[in-house]
């Protein structure tokens, strides 16, 4: 069953189309993987389904609700839960705080709040780090804690962006396996944007690409990855990549 539905989804800003009529599907349990060069349109994609940004045209259901023109916390209430590429924890305050923060958006009963927080710390790995300051926390374990922020709000379709991106390389399995967990014990359904091919291919039932805006594959991981459109738009990302990685862009 479709949890998730989007249906020529386009987001126009001025003159550069982000994305440019993307219709997909996700389905009840999946783990989705959402892959494409840098500037594709994924981050945009997000933004759309969680009320940041109204699409310019096309259709977004989630359970059979519009999810177009809600604002973000009537998204996030239907069970839509996301983490942010660049992650932004309340840095003066605890890493527990940060969690019961999200649970009293809708509860706010603080004693609920903080053992529900702990719960949620436990599924991330981050609860011997439940009483240090989020300023003492390296990013991968930024990332953890941005998870369990997003978990507080008790989603159904979790989107995870970036999940990877910018933390030690030893630390991957470890999330990879904290994103499988995810859905086999938590029962989410998972949206995961990865810049890594190994990285995606690893977790995901099934994967969208997109490149300048548009999807140019979706199916199963071993089908995708033999994409020659899927293998194009790489390729010439790769020669992109050692560049800002050495560079001043960074
Ligand atoms: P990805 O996440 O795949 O790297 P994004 O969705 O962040 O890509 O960006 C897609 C394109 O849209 C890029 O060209 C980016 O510069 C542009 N873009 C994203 N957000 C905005 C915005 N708020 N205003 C103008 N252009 C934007
Ligand atoms: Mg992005």
């Given at each position: 069953m479709?949890?998730?539905?989007?249906?020529?989804?386009?987001?126009?800003?001025?003159?550069?189309?982000?994305?440019?009529?993307?219709?997909?599907?996700?389905?009840?349990?999946?783990?989705?993987g959402?892959?494409?060069?840098?500037?594709?349109?994924?981050?945009?994609?997000?933004?759309?389904?969680?009320?940041?940004?109204?699409?310019?045209?096309?259709?977004?259901?989630?359970?059979?609700h519009?999810?177009?023109?809600?604002?973000?916390?009537?998204?996030?209430?239907?069970?839509?839960?996301?983490?942010?590429?660049?992650?932004?924890?309340?840095?003066?305050?605890?890493?527990?705080?940060?969690?019961?923060?999200?649970?009293?958006?809708?509860?706010?009963?603080?004693?609920?709040?903080?053992?529900?927080?702990?719960?949620?710390?436990?599924?991330?790995?981050?609860?011997?780090?439940?009483?240090?300051?989020?300023?003492?926390?390296?990013?991968?374990?930024?990332?953890?804690?941005?998870?369990?922020?997003?978990m507080?709000?008790?989603?159904?379709?979790?989107?995870?962006?970036?999940?990877?991106?910018?933390?030690?390389?030893?630390?991957?399995?470890?999330?990879?396996?904290?994103?499988?967990?995810?859905?086999?014990?938590?029962?989410?359904?998972?949206?995961?944007?990865?810049?890594?091919?190994?990285?995606?291919?690893?977790?995901?039932?099934?994967?969208?690409?997109?490149?300048?805006?548009?999807?140019?594959?979706?199916?199963?991981?071993?089908?995708?990855?033999?994409?020659?459109?899927?293998?194009?738009?790489?390729?010439?990302?790769?020669?992109?990549?050692?560049?800002?990685?050495?560079?001043p862009?960074?």
């Open positions: 479709a949890l998730l539905t989007l249906d020529r989804v386009t987001k126009r800003f001025g003159g550069l189309l982000a994305n440019n009529s993307v219709s997909f599907e996700v389905i009840e349990g999946e783990i989705l959402l892959i494409g060069p840098n500037g594709a349109g994924k981050s945009t994609l997000f933004e759309q389904i969680t009320g940041f940004y109204p699409p310019t045209s096309g259709r977004i259901e989630f359970e059979g519009s999810l177009v023109g809600l604002r973000p916390d009537q998204v996030n209430r239907l069970g839509i839960g996301r983490t942010f590429q660049k992650v932004k924890p309340f840095l003066g305050m605890t890493v527990i705080e940060n969690v019961m923060v999200a649970a009293m958006q809708y509860d706010p009963d603080p004693v609920k709040a903080r053992r529900d927080a702990r719960g949620f710390l436990e599924i991330v790995d981050l609860a011997d780090k439940g009483d240090a300051g989020a300023r003492a926390l390296s990013i991968g374990e930024r990332k953890r804690l941005e998870m369990a922020r997003a507080a709000t008790k989603p159904r379709l979790l989107l995870l962006d970036e999940v990877t991106g910018g933390v030690d390389q030893r630390t991957i399995p470890t999330l990879l396996q904290l994103i499988s967990r995810l859905r086999n014990e938590q029962g989410l359904t998972l949206v995961v944007i990865e810049h890594n091919m190994r990285v995606i291919m690893s977790i995901s039932d099934r994967i969208v690409a997109l490149h300048l805006g548009e999807v140019i594959a979706d199916g199963r991981p071993a089908d995708v990855v033999k994409s020659p459109r899927v293998i194009e738009a790489y390729l010439g990302d790769s020669f992109v990549v050692p560049a800002t990685e050495s560079g862009r960074r």
